[in-house]
Every structure is written in structure tokens, then in C-alpha cells.
């Protein structure tokens, strides 16, 4: 099973950038569909990105970072990545990257219980 380790998280104004990384272990990253997921205190876990391993590598969006957050892989890092451009404060919050063997639509992907891998988190934090 994959495990994940998830950096580049930190304080940033609004309107800044940041890229987080999500590494992981295993040999067989490029069979995982990889999501990012964001968690702030007293709420439920919320879907932000996914990319399929599938050939074409479908991606999806959470509506609230399309356009400014951007989700990709590079398999022979075995690493993900969300480039968050156009920061805002509303999205701070504790960012974990997630791993399943399965693939699928936006619908499915979107929920934290496709994901069976999560990794430990890191803190975004985005000041006005």
C-alpha cells in the first residue's frame, strides 16, 4: 500500500502562490488516482482536486479553485502537486493528499471515501 507525505504548506498573503507536493512510497504511484482534499476546524473534509491514473488523466475541481488551483503528477517522482495560484483566505486550511487504486468521474472522485490512503496533512494559511 502507498503512503503519503505531503509538504509546502505555510503562510502566504492573499493573492500569493503555493505548491504543495505529496510524496509517495511504493512502486506503483502511476496506478493511483490522486486527490487533494482541505479541512478546516469544525468542518467536514472537502474535495479540492483529482487526477485519474488512467491514460489521459482526467482532472477535476472543486468550483470554488478552478481557474486558480492546478493538479498535477510526475510518476517517475512518484509525487503529486497543487499549484495554488490567486490565493484567497477562504482557503486556508489543513491540505491532505489522498490515493486510490480506483478511477472514475468527477462525481466519484469528489468523495473522501473513494480514497483508502491519506496522508498526514500540512497547513495552508492565506492572510488578507
Known amino acids: 500500500q502507498v503512503q503519503l507525505v505531503e509538504s509546502g504548506g505555510g503562510l502566504m498573503q492573499a493573492g500569493g502562490s503555493l505548491r504543495l507536493s505529496c510524496a509517495a512510497s511504493?512502486?506503483?504511484?502511476?496506478?493511483?488516482?490522486m486527490g487533494w482534499f482541505r479541512q478546516t476546524p469544525g468542518k467536514e473534509r472537502e474535495f479540492v482536486a483529482a487526477?485519474?491514473?488512467?491514460?489521459?488523466?482526467?482532472?477535476y475541481y472543486a468550483d470554488s479553485v478552478k481557474g486558480r488551483f492546478t493538479i498535477s503528477r510526475d510518476n517517475a517522482l512518484n509525487t503529486a502537486y497543487l499549484q495554488m495560484n490567486s490565493l484567497k483566505p477562504e482557503d486556508t486550511a489543513v491540505y491532505y493528499c489522498?490515493?486510490?487504486?480506483?478511477?472514475?468521474?468527477?462525481?466519484?472522485?469528489?468523495?473522501?471515501?473513494?480514497?483508502?490512503?491519506w496522508g498526514q496533512g500540512t497547513q495552508v494559511m492565506v492572510s488578507s
Open positions: 489522498a490515493a486510490t487504486g480506483l478511477t472514475g468521474g468527477f462525481v466519484y472522485l469528489r468523495r473522501s471515501d473513494t480514497y483508502d490512503t
Open positions: 511504493g512502486r506503483t504511484f502511476n496506478r493511483y488516482t
Open positions: 487526477i485519474s491514473w488512467s491514460a489521459g488523466g482526467g482532472l
